[in-house]
């Protein structure tokens, strides 16, 4: 049976997380954390397929949050696009130093952020499968 | 006029010389001694030569001083054939040398014959002329002394008001390089080095300033592109839901339910609101800081404003069942300030309050009186502010990183209430409570009140400065 793909979204601002919450629907299944802290809490149980990182958060904010998330051996793998307002390419690289594998500026364009939403997630759902495949055989 | 005693000096000391090894020569004791006597005979003939140099000389010296040096001059051919001999066979020289030393003694003896002097008349002037001598050493000791001693007063004289001079600049350099840029550096027309060093340091004081220029217009325009960045960012999140949440409403508009549309304008509706109060405190706040804002001074009771703003909380503060304690001061509460602006902080203090008390909780309003001020402070009993923010939480666009989740607010509020306190000269700061919570306090100074006021109150605001304003020391 297929497994729904699951998103965490990541962000403080309540708005920022209504429309991201509009813009996945029904499609996902998602869980929201409004703090760093809060994600790192929700990640290991939900086991997300994909993060939505914001990085501007009070305590700790969106590069340290993934770097932590990247230390866990448990959500080492899980896709990560970062989505903030700072654009800067320095900004952008720091993100990619601290393990994520996308970087996407606010404001987004919906219909790109789906894009790479199911980018991410249909490469997840391939390694799901072949690594399935692979414990069958 | 005697011979002998045209002697003097250096002179006299060689014939004592030659005078003291009269009578004492023990012929035991002389072996090979021929080269220190030549060298004696050579210096005695040389003196005597330049005696009869320097001075006219009866016929009667004359003639003495012919014989003495026929005698010198027998008497150093000896000791050469000795020093000769000595090289030859040295008991033989021995010999000679024995030989030859009676004859000395006996040249000595008619040395002194010669001389018309007796041994203690020799030794009586030799006395004299050593007495003399140390007397004139004690003269020139004396003179050289009291010169010397003037030379040093004169000299370290000098190097006091060179080394003062030098300690003055010094001082001058290390108040500069301490970052008292104002520090006057006294420079004189000299010509040498030390005018030289004055004008050095003029120059290391001018560069400094430039660098302070320089570094204060990059600061300022750091300050200003941070604040583009962060306005940009600020302005963009609330844009983004208006747009974002409008578009929804348009794509959505054949199949959303007017209850999933209703949500969308109220969405729309909310972030407009967030917009509309971020460009309100933006305006505000450049107006406050460009100085553009009028400000109404009259004599208000400040109990009065403080218990106006309460009332405006009623219904938010029944919503989250707080309570508000105002424990009115029994002293006089009038004060001079702009009665609009006053509330402005107290609304913006009591509005943070608010947001930031848990359920149920407590807020406390106090007015007390300072010296020289009056004190207002806010109470509350939310999670405080840490440390590292207390100063920060007063900069434009930071808010404590404790209590931002979900809590609006533009993050200029506090900056605005700075604003106004500079206008009031007055200060705003927050403290963190030890039973917890964060107590925010403003102080409106009593020196405003009266414009005739005594010098000593001019001075006292005189002192005030705006960085004094958004005072962050006087946190624990």
């Known amino acids: ?137 | 006029m005697n011979l002998f005693a045209r002697l003097s000096g250096n002179h006299a000391q060689i014939f004592s010389l030659l005078v003291s090894t009269v009578g004492q020569r023990d012929e035991e004791q002389i072996y090979l001694e021929g080269k220190p006597r030549l060298y004696l005979i050579h210096k005695i003939e040389y003196e005597l030569k330049s005696l009869r140099d320097r001075y006219k000389f009866s016929d009667k010296e004359e003639r003495r001083m012919g014989q003495l040096l026929a005698r010198l001059a027998e008497y150093k051919s000896q000791s050469i054939s000795a020093i000769e001999m000595t090289s030859v066979d040295l008991g033989v020289a021995n010999k000679y040398m024995r030989k030859a030393n009676g004859e000395y003694i006996n040249v000595n003896n008619n040395f002194l014959g010669l001389l018309e002097l007796t041994k203690e008349n020799t030794l009586r002037f030799i006395k004299h002329s050593r007495q003399q001598f140390v007397r004139r050493t004690a003269i020139v000791v004396i003179v050289t002394s009291i010169a010397m001693t003037l030379l040093m007063a004169i000299s370290i004289h000098v190097s006091n008001v060179l080394s003062g001079q030098i300690r003055d600049q010094i001082a001058v350099m290390s108040r500069l390089a301490g970052g008292e840029k104002d520090t006057l550096v006294p420079v004189s027309d000299r010509e040498d080095e030390i005018g030289d060093l004055g004008r050095g340091i003029l120059a290391f004081k001018e560069s400094l300033l430039e660098q302070e220029k320089s570094r204060r217009a990059e600061e300022a325009m750091r300050a200003k592109s941070e604040f583009l960045a962060n306005m940009s960012h600020e302005l963009r999140t609330p844009l983004h839901g208006i747009l974002s949440f409008a578009r929804f409403g348009i794509k959505n508009t054949g199949k959303a339910g007017p209850q999933k549309l209703l949500g969308y304008f109220q969405k729309i509706n909310e972030s407009g609101n967030i917009l509309l109060a971020l460009l309100n405190d933006l305006l505000d706040l450049a107006k406050l800081e460009s100085g553009k804002t009028p400000f109404e001074f009259r004599r208000v009771d400040i109990c009065l404003l403080l218990a106006k703003v309460s009332d405006e909380f009623n219904s938010l503060l029944a919503e989250r069942r707080l309570t508000v304690h105002f424990s009115t001061p029994d002293f006089n509460t009038e004060l001079i300030m702009d009665p609009e602006k006053i509330m402005q902080v107290a609304r913006n203090l009591l509005s943070n309050a608010v947001k930031f008390s848990p359920k149920g909780g407590r807020i406390e309003i106090g007015v007390s009186r300072e010296e020289r001020s009056v004190l207002v402070s806010v109470r509350d009993q939310g999670v405080g502010v840490p440390e590292e923010e207390l100063e920060r939480i007063f900069d434009k666009f930071v808010q404590s990183s404790k209590t931002r989740t979900g809590a609006g607010g533009t993050g200029l509020g506090l900056s605005i209430c700075c604003e106004i306190m500079i206008a009031h000269r007055g200060r705003i700061w927050v403290e963190n409570s030890p039973e917890g919570g964060a107590v925010f306090y403003f102080e409106i100074p009593l020196d405003m009140q009266d414009e005739t006021g005594t010098d000593q109150v001019v001075k006292a605001s005189d002192m005030w400065t705006p960085d004094d304003a958004c005072q962050r020391e006087h946190a624990v």
């Open chain 1, 1 to 137: 049976m297929q497994r729904q793909s699951r998103i965490l979204l990541v962000d403080d601002n309540p708005t920022n997380l209504a429309i991201l919450e509009e813009m996945l629907g029904d499609e996902y299944r998602w869980e929201a954390a409004t703090s760093g802290e809060e994600a790192l809490e929700i990640a290991p149980d939900f086991q997300p397929d994909l993060i939505l990182l914001d990085v501007m958060m009070p305590g700790i904010n969106g590069y340290e949050t993934c770097r932590r998330i990247r230390a866990n051996p448990a959500l080492r793998n899980v896709k990560i696009v970062m989505v903030s307002a700072k654009a800067l390419v320095s900004e952008r690289l720091e993100g990619y130093d601290a393990g994520a594998d996308d970087y996407l500026t606010k404001p987004f364009d919906e219909k790109e952020l789906l894009a790479k939403v199911r980018v991410y997630l249909s490469r997840e759902q391939m390694k799901r499968e072949i690594m399935e495949m692979l414990r069958g055989s």
